[in-house]
């Protein structure tokens, strides 16, 4: 019985593993038949010829997209927006969700309710506009990172890892004469690693892939980061070729729109995709632990 059981078992585990690198294959698909377009030849791309793999391999629509000026200006506008607000995003959830992990807090529960509130319930789109117009953020960069400094999710992530901390730990070094401030940065944070990754790791492709408050909120062409640029040569691929500000002429000529939007979009998702090896280890590690406690 114990052979049988060990055998289902294998099976199982067998089935599973066939049937998810199914589905990474599939998925991988798409991106696939992207690399291929942006590598084939204008023609082999028109007449519908490249599949997974790229027909007439030619590398000029590359060298248009990272010389092209709006798709650079894009570019640096996404990498600002992304750092700084993965940056102050963690700066400002740790510090809320501290001593919101604290039972020592007046008012605790109150407090974990008006954030919970805030996840379900919103001022809407139009009073939102007003209101960040009335201070003077519409048109400028900090519009697209200041309004989500808090995401509320994040924060009870967080909350829950900082409670499943030891309270020996804070015990501790209270009777070492440290202060709250000297806790939080020099015990807490540097124990908290996984979920800090983790969180960051969220607030870097929510900023990176972010292109509605930019939509709505920036009409300056120098500003736009880089998903609404996509957005919009994805809308008008064809319109490419009547700007009179293109670097290399010649490389857009000899490349379809498809090209172009094929290359555009693989040269966006590459820094996004680099950042995940070096957070992975602490992913799921993050997320198991911070949603132990609730």
Not at 94 to 123: E, H, Q
Not at 169 to 175: G, N, V
Request: hydrophobic content about 55%; proline content about 5%.
């Amino acid at each position: 019985m114990a052979h049988k059981t060990s055998l289902y078992d294998k099976l199982f585990t067998a089935c599973n593993y066939l049937f998810f690198l199914f589905l990474g294959v599939i998925t991988l698909f798409p991106f696939l038949n992207l690399i291929a377009k942006s590598l084939s030849s204008e023609e082999a791309v028109i007449s519908g010829q490249v599949g997974l793999l790229p027909v007439d391999i030619q590398f000029g629509t590359y060298n248009f997209v990272i010389t092209d000026s709006m798709f650079l200006g894009a570019f640096r506008n996404s990498v600002i927006v992304t750092v700084v607000g993965t940056l102050l995003g963690l700066l400002m959830t740790t510090m809320s969700a501290y001593p919101l992990s604290r039972a020592r807090l007046r008012g605790r529960k109150w407090f974990i309710l008006l954030f919970v509130f805030t996840m379900l319930f919103s001022g809407g789109l139009i009073p939102t506009y007003l209101l960040l117009s009335g201070i003077g953020l519409v048109n400028k960069l900090p519009v697209l990172f200041l309004p989500a400094m808090v995401n509320v999710f994040n924060l009870l992530v967080i909350k829950s890892y900082f409670e499943s901390l030891p309270d020996a730990l804070e015990e501790s070094a209270k009777i070492d004469g440290a202060s709250n401030f000297r806790i939080f940065y020099g015990i807490i944070l540097p124990l908290s690693m996984p979920v800090l990754a983790t969180i960051a790791l969220f607030f870097a492709v929510q900023f990176w892939n972010d292109f509605f408050m930019a939509m709505v909120y920036i009409s300056n062409p120098e500003l736009k980061p880089l998903q609404l640029y996509l957005k919009e040569l994805l809308a008008s691929a064809n319109n490419i070729f009547m700007r009179t500000d293109m670097i290399d002429v010649n490389s857009a000529m000899n490349a379809s729109p498809q090209a172009i939007q094929a290359a555009a979009i693989i040269v966006a998702t590459i820094p996004i995709i680099l950042v995940y090896p070096f957070l992975q280890k602490y992913f799921v590690k993050g997320v198991m632990l911070g949603s132990v406690k609730g």
